[in-house]
């Protein structure tokens, strides 16, 4: 007969434990890296989860249970930006402790951050190309690629709503990135005066695409009190790349709306 289930065999949890393992030699602050970081993976996890289900909801026409999906998912979002103040408790001295330990290691090379950036439309083929051919990445994020992104499934829901979304943008190449346009911006704008079950949910993705600007503003300002000016272990300039994926909405036209509202 199979053991009774308990927590810790239900969760995993000896696994789960033994999965904190720091370089350095007994260097304190190491630990909370580990395991910040070990929940950001967790949250993404469960983030991507739900973003595929919400996807699917829409393709669905549940729209109903797409936006209660995305206030999971924006509930999650509040606490991945939370979570920074913890690791804003680590000066740049006690991160000095361990920073060599890492070598080449970089949140830079999170896939699950990327597979969330390309299900926000946000596809670059360096990102994908980084990881190596065969690897678990490589095949997760190829497996994407070619996946309609969150945008693509709310167009086409509109158009099912009877919005006269044009053919071009129902067709278009999933892999590119959204272009601006005029014609999604008049039938938002009309959207926003007159059919408010779907004005919801526009709010709720400009949410979204508020609260991924949000993490990576305080993440970059994390990065500038911590390392300042230094390269980042993954090889870039650091906080003057992080710089340059500010302010960049992965939905541009329920932001070009606002001021004719
Ligand atoms: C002391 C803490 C941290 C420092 C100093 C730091 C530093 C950096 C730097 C310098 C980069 C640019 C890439 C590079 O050259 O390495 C980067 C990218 C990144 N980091 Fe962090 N990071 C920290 C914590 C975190 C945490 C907790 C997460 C959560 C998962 C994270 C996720 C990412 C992601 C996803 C990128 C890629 C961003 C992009 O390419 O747009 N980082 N980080």
Aim: charged share 30%; with cysteine.
């Amino acid at each position: 007969m199979s053991e009774a289930l308990t927590y810790a065999s239900y969760l995993k949890l000896d696994e789960l434990l033994s999965l904190q393992r720091p370089r350095s030699e007994g260097e304190h602050d190491e630990m909370l890296f580990i395991v910040i970081h070990q929940v950001y993976e967790l949250w993404f996890k469960e983030v991507l989860h739900e973003a595929d289900y919400c996807r699917a909801l829409l393709e669905a026409n549940d729209a109903h249970r797409a936006q209660h999906t995305l206030k999971r998912i924006l509930t999650i979002l509040k606490v991945l930006v939370a979570q920074l103040d913890i690791l804003e408790t680590m000066t740049p001295t006690e991160f000095l402790t361990f920073r060599e330990r890492l070598e080449s290691a970089s949140g830079f090379q999170s896939d699950q951050f990327r597979a969330l950036e390309f299900l926000l439309a946000r596809k670059l083929r360096a990102s994908l190309e980084r990881f190596p051919a065969g690897s678990r990445a490589r095949a997760a994020l190829e497996r994407r690629w070619g996946e309609p992104t969150l945008w693509d499934a709310f167009l086409h829901y509109l158009a099912r709503e009877g919005h006269p979304v044009p053919e071009g943008e129902l067709r278009r190449d999933v892999t590119a990135p959204i272009r601006p346009s005029a014609a999604i911006q008049d039938i938002l704008v009309r959207i926003y005066r007159e059919d408010p079950k779907n004005s919801e949910l526009c709010e709720r993705l400009v949410d979204l695409d508020e609260g991924m600007m949000e993490w990576r503003y305080r993440h970059v300002k994390m990065v500038e009190r911590t390392i300042g000016a230094k390269q980042g272990t993954g090889g870039s300039a650091g906080s003057r790349y992080l710089r340059t994926t500010l302010n960049e909405p992965a939905f541009p036209d329920l932001w070009e709306i606002r001021t004719q509202l």
